[in-house]
């Protein structure tokens, strides 16, 4: 991975780091989008974003039929939205299950680390798009305003990127 890769990886981690939910969007058999809320548990250094979840909810069929997914967050008190594609995998690795095991998680596995359904989501980061404002809720409404009197677009509203792991640099 290029140090511009892997400064990429470091901004997008940066801003999920703390956003404890995301929502999974897989396709179905039909090619449907469907969407669900996962506890993020990390986000490695190699870009990897895990969940925990069991091996016998339907949609962790449907990632093997197709691994390309998007899970998207949100902190609305700071005005945060990430978007990040990636391809997923389902993995039964109880060493990285105890690395994040944590008492949370037990509510849904009462057997623990032994639970048969236990798995894992590995969702490799190929793409990320995000939008961040570092301004106040009232100068927001300000330049909001401001625009609405002028005609003129809101200026200086936050910080908009898009990222691509992969792409060479």
Known sequence: MTQFAQDQLDAIKAKIKH?????????NVAG?????PMTQQQIDGQGQIWFFTSDKSPFTHELQANPQVNVSFSDIKESLYVSVS?????????????EMWNPIVKAWFPEGLDDPHLA???V??????????????????????KAAVTGERP??????AKIDVNAPR
């Open 19 to 27: 956003v404890e939910f995301g929502m999974l969007t897989t396709s």
């Open 32 to 36: 449907r989008l469907t969407s669900r």
């Open 86 to 98: 990636g391809h997923a995998e389902l993995l039964k690795d109880r060493a990285k299950a105890g």
């Open 120 to 122: 894992l989501i590995k």
């Open 155 to 160: 200026q200086g509203m936050g910080e908009h």
């Open 124 to 145: 490799s980061i190929e793409t990320a798009e995000y939008w961040d404002s570092h301004l106040s809720k009232m100068a927001q409404l300000y330049a909001m305003a």
